[in-house]
């Protein structure tokens, strides 16, 4: 049982799973999503916190047909999207929320987006959750790379999921498990799929990612990833800090380093702010296990995520610390890569490549910090981790968009 | 009581909703449309013209899950598109029409347009109502503005509503309104929400339009409307005439300028005429309040067009009478803009803002006249409104296209 | 009683409708597509292959809300895809299967396609059947033409069936129809409708299309038709030989030259072999009928492709026998075009106009060889075809693409 597990308390959910659980297929190519509900006492469970899975479609607007999954483990309500990449659209711990308030209301069907739109930011209009997935193909800002427009971070938020299937443990501590698999393909270009899993159990207060991209092509292929986190109120306000284990921070580009010197503070909502991002390094433990911590001001809330560098190496932390219907949010983005465009990635190493029926795994752990003592515990982790090691702070941006275009 | 609902015998329409209606949701979150019709009798309502509201929703093709809803007042069966901007599909009274017959049969769900396609061009695999709503981002031809590429006439009329509301007044004149909200949002760059009203009455041949642009997020916004009014036959034909109080008319382009001095009459559906433009000026009474007409040839049919030139202070009169099977039409179309891309609109002073919270209004009033007295003692309104003030007509473009792309 | 209909069983299938058949509407604008099916036992026909036609729709991940309909004529089961312009997906019989394997294994919702990504090769997310219908505005490889991007392939696979009706004859041989209707149009572009017919026999293991392309519109249009008929395993392997009667070959660029000399031979799946393509230019008997047939090396399996060179005047030989999960497919593409961008057929007269209100009509036929003498005798019969007249081995591109673009 690693840290991450011990911290959501979920004990036997991460690793293989246990013989006994009871599946349920929620969507399949002949079985519609359908209004459908169970709980724990239906289960026979009896736990200190009643646990409750739904499935639910939404209407109207550009909503029409979008699938949300709810898990209630009785303690944190997590909200997941089907028709959206398996995103996680927020989780929400009585009056604590992870997630953030997007412009966009809508939980938004991606037959209505043009992902080619506007420059190559159609993704704007969908874009309004807790936990986004970007890539595979290829994650960061529009642009022309090898002759084709790369689309703002790719195409896995937008692609619906096949088959999602529910699995809960039939011993304690009852395990739930909720799996969808992408396919992003295309012919002579890609064949990938992705099998997702978000993992929790009654009564925790956060969850963990765990996706699987396969290559099934015949041919190596460049790929990359990265888990777009955004936090906004509570967790997310003046004086927040952000922290984790770092071995080299730069700015994004050259606005990012005029605040560079605040770059682990938060400002409330700013007007004219935009946003700033920071490139980051992260440092991981012997096993490549590393976090990173969002606290407000009182440092008596917070939420940790976790990952490992040998699957996710670079991390971004995004700030768009603008004013609050402009979207006050910030994201904590463990990634393969950065957010430039993939052109500019190459040169960075940060284009890696997946070889024909090769798998890499992805797992991120999201964890509420609900008072003083599970932040300290978590600011004292990343110390450990930090292990007195060196933070280079590199004023020039790794990439100069001045010059490149 | 004004002007324009004496005239479509809106006694109690426009302005605020008595207390006493009868509610029904159409389309919400947790509401799919499906098929429902109600009528006076079930609402046990006792009037000369039995009137009934009706959803339904179309499938196979285009329109796939497009829905549509036919409110009959007695005397005029105005179909509405949910699903597109709430834009009204066509309106008959009898043997007459508003509407026209376009090359696209399907009422095209959103889902299959891609708007970017045909160098920006998409939207016209879509469009074939009477009142397409252009905007509220931008409006005009497609073409780039500050490095993006702006499809034609925006996306409004490709938004299904969120939302959709019929009320019926319990007491005379048993108003009927019909709300649907569009959400036009986009991360970073838009927080656009329209609630949109069309009313009418029993008995009625003609119908108000009555929008509110708010915008939601926390900065000035450009914003663009444009009612996009069209009419075919019986109301147009050879020798139809266009009758409006004018302060300015001017060609849109060379080829309008080439039949300028024809600009208020219409040709039968002539071969390879495609269309002609003209950009109008309209005088406003005291209040702002204006009016076009277009009547057929005999003075014995039309429709008039009421709105506010405080609202919307400029008009297109779009004179496409080419063939029949082309889409023979002539578009009647307020907005507070042309039809030029939005860069060329800038320096004519068309591209408003919208503060952070503020809203504006666009009420357009739809009339049939159904005989001769009916269009004399419309186009007297018109003469009242011009109140002999000058017609300036100008023989250059307000944009030199040649120059400029 | 011509010779396609007599190779696949088709007594009385070609040509007019009898006047007794049963029809059933699976689909129109009030008649959603539903799980339906049909049996030779419920009609009260008594065959030696008892047939059925069944309807359902798939769901879940990019293929939510795709119908199939499944004509098992006791000998074939063919799976046509209403929703992608009444495409053939498949026609298995016993372990002989016409289609290939796609990477693309979803059978994808237009909705969720932007043929405009990728360049213009948004098309290729989609691509996986036996059958996909091109144009019929445009066929060919993206590029600019007359000012718009034209997409790969044009619209038709992208666009889903209006009305589809299923009609079997009261008498024998019980022909079985299956109808749909594809309209293709927007405003001032383009108001094409295709009238689609599959028809087979109880028993058949072949079926004809036969398409009939309308232009509604007022205006003569260029168009173009393609039908990009796929193989891949059994029928295509190491050894597998096309064989049709052929006035010119020519290779379709610099690298299907190289490899000219074995035009005509197949590769086993080969890394990094890619595609090469040949323009043919086929010759016709009498009337025009031809065919192409690609068979094993063993020469006792394999299938033909009927079809006539004044309505289909062209074919594309497209060999991509890169390795299997790349997709290893070979295409057998009668057409009015080949598929180099339309900017380049206009030279080649290869862009046929269509004036108003004329129809085209393309058939095409396919016949499994099912052993040694069906596949000789289809090898006699482009013998016959062919008649001693010669072939032109062209070495130069009919467009010099190093040049263009």
Known sequence: MNKLSCLIGLAAVVGATPALARDYVLLDTDKPAQNWKIDSQQLGIKTDKPFSVSLRTLHGGLQEGVSLIDIDTGAMTITVVPTRGMNVLRAVAGDVRMGWDSPVKDVVNPAFIEQNGRGGLGWLEGFNELVTRCGYE??????????????????AANIPASKVVLSIDEQPPYAIRLRGELKEQAF???????ATELSTTPGATGFVIDDTLTNNGDYPKEYQALYHNNFGTPLLGQGARFVA??????????????????????????????????????????????????HNQAGDRGVRVDYNVQQLPVFSLWKNTDTEKQGYVTGLEPGTSFSYNRRFQRPLGLVPTIGPKEQRQFRVGFALLADKAAVDQAVQRVNEVQAGRPTEVREEPLVDLTKQQ
């Open 138 to 155: 290829w994650v960061g800002h529009p642009g022309m790379d090898n002759g084709e427009l790369l689309t703002l971070h790719g195409r």
């Open 188 to 194: 002579k270009k890609v064949d990938f799929s992705v």
């Open 245 to 294: 284990p770092v071995k080299q921070v730069s700015p994004f580009n050259a606005k990012a380093r005029g605040d560079l010197a605040n770059w682990q503070t938060y400002r409330g909502p700013t007007k004219d702010y935009d946003e700033t991002v920071y490139n980051l390094v992260p440092y991981g433990d012997a096993r490549g296990d590393t976090l990173a911590v969002l």
